[in-house]
């Protein structure tokens, strides 16, 4: 008696009975019969001859049929041949007699039902790891900006006049033309997040600033470069601060007895107090809380007199909790971790560090970038901000790190002691460092100092003499700041910078700027006329969602 296991290798040479399905090999099993002929083969798709010459399809309810010889009838023998079946099976061999099959071909319901697995199998990998990777960069901007966007179209601060005027007319032409790409049902594209909206000091519109809370909201809202103002402490360790003596309003110090008697103007009553980074280790800095930044009243009489915080912030995110303050390393371990993966933009905020064996402005500029080379930060990444041209040039010089150094550009500022403007000084700055070899790529300029309104009911807007200088060099512009104080028409950076027509301040943007939802309208300018690289904002959520949904 034969055997009834059937020889595997030999089904096929490229092993067909391995490909065979597990009905279908049960069924090749149950064909063979104790004399070695098949008995009762089970393939639905075979027909079969019998001996009074009808026609009878098997299946695995069929009857049984015994045969020296299965022939297939002739209007079936071609179509079995192209498949790669053979017409007729030896019963001496039956199982060798498959030998030349191709199961593929000869099941082509098998073969489709694999590949198409394969496909949505391939589908569904592609898909889960596309979602994995783009969770890292997708953004939530949250309410305000659909909030501003719905509001777009507002013009309760248009008098009726104005409404009926032809430059009117062209301002309205282009907040419609905003609001069909802004609005909830327009713009239904997810978000993803963008270099080109840059977190100023994080989120401090409704986060304490320079921390972590801060930075981690402003990520999640789609900012792709954090800023980090850097100062030093007594230990010369690099913190984020926006000024080495601002902890008095920006943290709690006043309130930790132990930390404010280090202070180096302790709190006096109609005297105020300050408060300085170089007052504190390192450790003692950690153990601080950042605040709102708060507004002080000298005359007060206590402490809680003293400080308060503005209107147009809020404290839901500070009360029942401590803000994490941040030292540079983690600020930079922050940005490059795997959650975050966002380009820095950091500044050395200048000061006197005599005091603390930091004795020239070089030695401060080293320190600073000693951090980011420490950490190993690809250059890439990386784009440091001075207002001073010293700093500018030693990191050019000195540091591959630093080629994307940012000279930061702003009348009245702090080389001159507010006597500096674009002629006297800034414009010499580029010229300098470009014969030097050493030419800057990035400026950054207050908003104010980059537009000016030329007409303001129909919100028009040109560049200023400074920016199209800088373009003509093709230097990319980053801008600062939206979002940075209260309702508009009012804010900084709006009006006249510092309120001194005579640095050099160019157009008053205020006047062009008539609710909070016309910041679109500058950003619209910005980016689509004068072509900046970035825009700083409190609020990154803002600026993330015109870029994703409103630039080309």
């Avoid at 003293?306 to 401590?322: E, K």
Wanted: aromatic fraction near 10%; charge should be negative.
């Amino acid at each position: 008696m034969p055997s009834m296991a059937p020889r595997r290798g030999n089904l096929t040479a490229g092993g067909a009975y391995e490909r065979l399905g597990k009905n279908a090999r049960a069924s090749l099993h149950k064909s063979i019969g104790p004399d070695g002929n098949f008995t009762n083969i089970k393939f639905p798709m075979f027909h079969r001859k019998t001996g009074g010459g009808e026609m009878q399809q098997s299946d695995l309810h069929g009857e049984e049929i015994s045969e020296d010889t299965l022939a297939y009838d002739e209007a079936y023998e071609d179509e079995l041949s192209g498949r790669g079946l053979p017409s007729t099976v030896s019963p001496s061999d039956p199982i060798n007699g498959w030998k030349d099959v191709d199961v593929e071909r000869a099941m082509p319901e098998k073969r489709d039902a694999r590949r198409t697995s394969l496909s949505f199998c391939t589908l569904f990998l592609f898909w889960k790891l596309r979602a994995y990777v783009f969770n890292y960069h997708r953004a939530d901007v949250g309410a305000r900006a659909w909030y501003l966007a719905d509001r777009l179209l507002d013009e309760s601060s248009v008098s009726a006049a104005e409404l009926q005027s032809e430059s009117y007319q062209g301002r309205l032409w282009r907040l419609r033309s905003l609001s069909s790409k802004l609005t909830w049902d327009k713009c239904l594209s997810p978000m993803k997040r963008d270099e080109r909206s840059i977190a100023h000091r994080g989120a401090p519109l409704m986060f304490p600033e320079h921390t972590l809370e801060g930075y981690t909201s402003a990520v999640r809202m789609g900012a792709g470069m954090l800023e980090c103002d850097a100062v030093f402490t007594r230990d010369r360790v690099a913190v984020c601060r926006h000024s080495a003596c601002d902890l008095h309003y920006t943290t709690n110090i006043l309130r930790v007895p132990a930390l404010a008697d280090k202070c180096d103007k302790k709190f006096q009553p109609g005297e105020g107090a300050r408060c300085c980074t170089t007052d504190l280790l390192a450790s003692e800095y950690k153990q601080l809380c950042g605040t709102m930044e708060m507004m002080t009243n000298v005359g007060a009489r206590t402490v809680d007199e003293y400080l308060s915080v503005p209107s147009w912030r809020t404290t839901l995110y500070q009360d029942g909790g401590c803000a994490t303050v941040m030292t540079q390393k983690e600020y930079i371990q922050l940005s490059m971790g795997r959650e975050m993966k966002v380009k820095m933009i950091p500044e050395l905020k200048e000061h006197d560090y005599s005091k603390i064996g930091i004795h020239s402005q070089d030695e401060a500029a080293d320190r600073f970038i000693q951090d980011y080379l420490d950490l190993g930060v690809p250059p890439a990444l990386l784009f440091p901000q001075t207002f001073s041209k010293q700093h500018a040039t030693r990191w050019l010089s000195k540091y591959p790190i630093a080629k994307n150094t940012v000279l930061l550009y702003s009348p009245g500022g702090q080389e001159q002691n507010g006597k500096d403007t674009w002629e006297t000084t800034y414009k010499g700055w580029f010229e300098e460092l470009q014969r030097l070899g050493q030419p800057i790529k990035f400026a950054g300029l207050p908003l104010n100092e980059v537009i000016s309104a030329n007409d303001a009911l129909g919100g028009s807007f040109s560049p200023t003499e400074p920016v199209r200088y800088l373009k003509e060099q093709g230097i990319e512009i980053i801008v600062w700041t939206l979002e940075r104080s209260g309702a508009v028409p009012s804010g900084w950076y709006l009006g006249v910078h510092q309120g001194n027509a005579s640095t050099g301040t160019h157009g008053n943007v205020q006047s062009a700027v008539r609710k909070d939802a016309d910041i679109y309208l500058l950003l619209d300018v910005l980016f689509k006329e004068v072509g900046v690289y970035g825009v700083f904002s409190d609020w990154p959520g803002t600026v993330t969602h015109y870029l994703n949904c409103a630039l080309p």
